[in-house]
């Protein structure tokens, strides 16, 4: 455990150089509250609800949705995966006792303590100009069930960006598959629109899919959007969901290391 | 008009080259106009879910709400086609050195460096999202003089002039901060707001993103063309922001061009 607790003091380092980008960008995402608040605000003029939620349950999702992304989103952990596989950086994690997708974890955990913290600072900037509108429900429940899910969510979200950076072990470029994943991930996470929007069945269907814990699930439990039997049920699903997609990256990793070739001296 | 033929060879020798290096790899060509698709779809499919919900945002039906947005998205992907891969490497050319090689080329570095690759996956995108506008005029029963569409085509140029004058100040940043990268993100979510109706914004939101920050204007002014006509406040008003951001975004970038001393600047 002491080389993933250096890899995560390293990765705190690393990130902390870029501090100021991940500030510039939390202050700039800022600006996706305002369009939420806007686009929303018009969608509900003279309607006490729509899907059964009011204007602020609505707006208190998007909000909690910004900061869990800041704490527990895969950014450009694919990018930097499929960089140490096409410059020949992985071969070093080959010759030592150093499990490849371990330390990958820790330095994303690190760049998460960073940005996270950072999207809560712009956050509480904005809180001013928003609290009027955010309504949180009070469960204790929430809480204990929402943070394994935000937990899990991290661990998804991270495996599912380390099998892609793993393409890169037979693709030159990748970044079309990512942004790919991405568009499916952003629409199915429930980024866009909260998820329980969508018809009954299809609602249901997508329950069932990965992305619906990518984002979705934690904030649902968090903002009161699920009851405590579907928060249950979730995280079970969740959990395996995690397991699988921990198992698939080791499969993709094993499966790409026989097609690599380590090069140079 | 001499200066003009010459930057106008320039630029045809970079669209060759752009032409010749997408025939090279069609597979990726083809993963990147899926990308562009899918994330088209998924706006639309964002419309259709709202829509389900409600039948008028700020005023605007679906049909409207699809125009308005097909309009963003068509300024999008000519943006995109015709400019995004140069001006999303000036960014890392700019840290790593490697924009001696704009500085070393027969033109204005901006032109240079702006216009060096065109993708082909937007430019054909853009049909999609004509597509999309044609749908939803013919949905809405419209049928424009050619005069109208003229002026939408103008309307048009404007808005990839202003997204263009954006996304470079954006990436001139390069210039002052270590790394930019993330900050296309920061003009991504600015840019969310022109698929909003004018009609929405108020107050103070009102003065900052339809006056101040013209996101609004650039696809509000194109979409009201078709809908209404002519207005001619709608229209100076864009002209006005064209020249106003065109201008800025030249003098923060030359701005910035002082500092840069050439390798690790």
Known sequence: MLKYRHAFVVGLQSNLVYRWNFAARSLFSLFHLVFVFIFWGAIYAGKASIGGFGFTQTLTYFVVLFVLQFFIGAFNEDYLISEDIRNGLINQFLLKPINYFAYRLSVFASARVVSGALGFMALLVALPFFSGYLALPHDGWRIALGLPAMALTALIQFSIAYCFGMLAFWFLEIQGFVILSMAVETVLGGQFFPLDLLPPAVFHAVSYLPFYYQAYFPNAILTGRIGLGAAAHGLAIQALWAVILVCLAEAVWRRGLRHHTAAGG | MEAFSRYLRIWLASARYSLVRAMMFRGDLFIWA????????????????????????AGWTKYEMLLLVGTSMLIQRFLMGFFWSGIYEMGRNVRNGAFDFVLAQPGDPLFMASTRKLELDGLLNSVVAAGLVVYAARKLGLHPAPSDLALYACMLACGV??????????????????????????????????????????????????WVLPVVVVSNAPA????????????????AATLVWFALAVMVFRSGLKRY???SS
């Open chain 2, 34 to 57: 899926l990308v562009e698709l899918l994330w088209i779809s998924v706006t639309v499919l964002t419309i259709a879910v709202v829509y389900s919900h409600t039948s008028t945002v």
């Open chain 2, 161 to 210: 002039a202003i997204h263009y004058s954006a996304l470079v100040m954006a990436m001139s940043l390069s210039f002052w901060i270590t790394s930019s990268q993330g900050v296309e993100g920061s003009y991504f979510t600015l840019m969310e707001f022109s698929r909003i109706p004018r009609e929405a914004f108020r107050g103070f939101a009102s003065a900052v993103f339809v």
């Open chain 2, 224 to 239: 009201r063309a078709i809908l209404h006509g002519f207005e001619p406040t709608w229209a100076l008003g864009l002209c």
């Open chain 2, 261 to 263: 001393t050439s390798s």
